[in-house]
C-alpha cells in the first residue's frame, strides 16, 4: 500500500511563509512607486495615455496595500 501524506517535512518549515512575505512586500513597493510616479505626471503625459485627471488621482490616492 502507498503512503500518501499530504504533511511535508521541511528543515524551514516557515520558509514558504517568508518568501510569500517578500512577494508581498515587493508588490507594495512597486505600487507605492508608480503611483508616486503617477501622481508627479503633467496634463500633456496624462492625454497622451488617455486618461482624465479625476482617474489619475484615483490611482496615486489609493494606499499601497490596494489593488
Known sequence: MTDL???LKSETPFAGTFAALGVL???????RKARA???TLD???IKD??????QIHFEA??????A
Do not use: D, M, N, V
Open 43 to 45: 496634463p500633456r503625459t
Open 25 to 31: 512586500f515587493q508588490t507594495w513597493r512597486e505600487r
Open 49 to 54: 495615455l488617455a486618461l482624465s485627471p479625476g
Open 37 to 39: 510616479e503617477l501622481a
Open 5 to 7: 501524506s499530504l504533511h
Open 61 to 66: 490616492g489609493k494606499p499601497f496595500w490596494q
